[in-house]
C-alpha cells in the first residue's frame, strides 16, 4: 500500500525541483479554472440577482431547477460539450475540441449553476432587508441590482470561490472534452488521473497535494486580497 | 419648484390578510407643519405613513398629492423605526440617495460629510455603518432621508429605544429641518416628545382616525375619548 508520506515527500520534491511540466500542469489548472470562475461569475452573479429581484411567471420553477443544476454531474456535461464541438457537432467548424477553450467552456457549464445559485440566497436575504429602503429612494430595477451586488460582494466572493473549489477538482468533463494531451490540455487533476491507471501511487499522491495547496493557496489570497476577516467588514 | 403639498387623503382603507388596518381615514396635511402621529399599538400608524409614502396601497379611497405621484417621489423620504444600514460606509450611506440620482461621486461625498457633520456622526464618517449605536443608526438614516432636501419626510418612530441624550440629539436635528423648511409627518408615543416637536397632531385607534387637531388643542381639550385616556396613560380599549 502507497503510504502517504512518500507522496508528501514527492509532492516536495516536485516543487523543490521546480520540475517544469509539473508547473506548465499548474499553470494550465490555474488558467481553465479561473478563466471559468470569472466567467461564470459573470453570468451566475448578475443572474442571481436579477431572480432575487424579478418577479415573473415560473419564478419558483426557474429557481428549483437552477438549485437542481448544481447537481449536474460533470461527465455527462463533458459528453455533451464533446457531442457539440465535435467535428460533426453544430459548433464543430470552431475547432475547439481538445482545447483549454473546451475545458472552460465546459466548467463554465458546471460551476454557473452554483454560483448563480449561492448568489440568488445571499442577495434575496439582503434585498429583504433593503426592499423598503430602495423602494422609498426610487431607485430604478438596474440600480437595485448594482447595489445588492455590491453589498452582497463578501457573499457573493463566497459563490465565485465555490465555483472556483468545484472547479479546480473537477476531472470528469475536461477528461472527455480536453483529452489529457500532454503539453495542451494536462492539468493536475487529468495528470493524477492518468498517474493512477499507470499504478505510480506516489506521484498521483504528490500532484494531489500540490493540488490541496494550490485551492488552498487561490482562496487564502483572496480573502487577504478582498480583507474578508477584517473586524467588522463584510 | 414643483410643491407637492397639501396631502390629502379621502375614505383611505387598508385591508391586510382579511384584516381591516386602516378605515375609511381622510386627512388632510398642510404644505407647512410638524405633524405627530399618535396612538396605541396596532392602531395602524405605521401603515398610515407607509401608505401615504406609497408603500401599501389603498383598498378604496385615494391619496392625493398636489402633483403627480411621479414628481411626489423623489421629494418624499423615509425614515424607518429600524434603519436599514447598507453594508458600506456611514459616509457612504448617507451619500447613497444622492447617487442613486445621478450625483457626481465627489460631489454626493462632499454634501454626505457636510451632512455627516451636521447630525453629530462626523467623528465615525470612515466606519462601516453596521457597527454604530442604536442612536447614530438613527442619525445616519434621518442624514440619509435630508441629503437630497425632501420636501416631505416620513419619520415611524425615530427615538424608540434611545436613551435621553440621543432623543434629544434627534429632535434638534428634526426641529434644525422643520425650521429650514421640511414637512415633516412623524409617529410616536412619546407624549412628551409630542408636546416639544408638534404643530398638529393626529390620534389613530384601531385603524380609525379619532382626531386630527392642532397641538395646544390636542394637548390642552382633547375632544376623543380614546386620545383622552391615552393621554392620561390609561389602557385604551
Known sequence: MIDVWEGILQAFRLVYSLDRDLFEIVLLSLYVTLSAVIVASLIGLPLGAWLAVNRFRFRRATIALLNALMGLPPVVVGLIVYILFSRSGPFGVFGLLFTPTAMIIAQVIIITPLIASIAHQAIRDLWAEYHDLLISLTTSKKQRMKTLIWDARRSLLTASLAGFGRAIGEVGAIMIVGGNIDHVTRVLTTAIALETGKGDFALALGLGFILIGLAIAVNMAIHVLSKTERGGQW | ?237
Open chain 2, 1 to 237: 419648484m414643483t410643491t407637492i403639498l397639501p396631502l390629502v387623503l379621502e375614505n383611505v382603507t387598508v385591508r391586510k390578510r382579511d384584516k381591516t388596518i386602516l378605515k375609511d381615514i381622510s386627512l388632510n396635511f398642510a404644505p407647512v407643519g410638524f405633524t405627530i402621529v399618535m396612538g396605541p399599538n396596532g392602531s395602524g400608524k405605521t401603515t398610515l405613513l407607509r401608505l401615504m409614502h406609497g408603500l401599501e396601497r389603498p383598498r378604496g379611497g385615494s391619496v392625493k398629492w398636489s402633483s403627480s405621484e411621479r414628481e411626489a417621489r423623489p421629494q418624499q423620504a423615509f425614515v424607518f423605526q429600524t434603519p436599514v444600514m447598507m453594508r458600506r460606509s456611514v459616509i457612504d450611506n448617507i451619500a447613497y440617495p444622492q447617487i442613486a440620482h445621478g450625483v457626481s461621486r465627489a460631489t454626493s461625498s462632499s454634501k454626505a460629510a457636510d451632512w455627516a457633520d451636521n447630525v453629530g456622526l462626523a467623528h465615525v464618517k470612515s466606519i462601516e455603518a453596521t457597527n454604530l449605536s442604536g442612536g447614530e443608526r438613527q442619525k445616519l438614516a434621518i442624514a440619509r432621508a435630508l441629503i437630497n432636501q425632501p420636501e416631505l419626510v416620513f419619520l415611524d418612530e425615530p427615538t424608540t429605544n434611545l436613551d435621553g441624550k440621543s432623543t434629544r440629539e434627534i429632535e434638534g436635528i428634526l426641529q434644525k429641518a422643520f425650521n429650514g423648511g421640511t414637512r415633516i409627518i412623524m409617529t410616536t408615543h412619546d407624549i412628551g416628545q409630542a408636546k416639544r416637536l408638534a404643530t398638529d397632531v393626529v390620534f389613530i385607534n384601531r385603524g380609525e382616525l379619532c382626531e386630527h387637531s392642532p397641538a395646544e388643542e390636542f394637548f390642552g381639550a382633547t375632544q376623543s375619548s380614546a386620545a383622552r385616556a391615552y393621554l392620561n396613560g390609561d389602557i385604551v380599549e
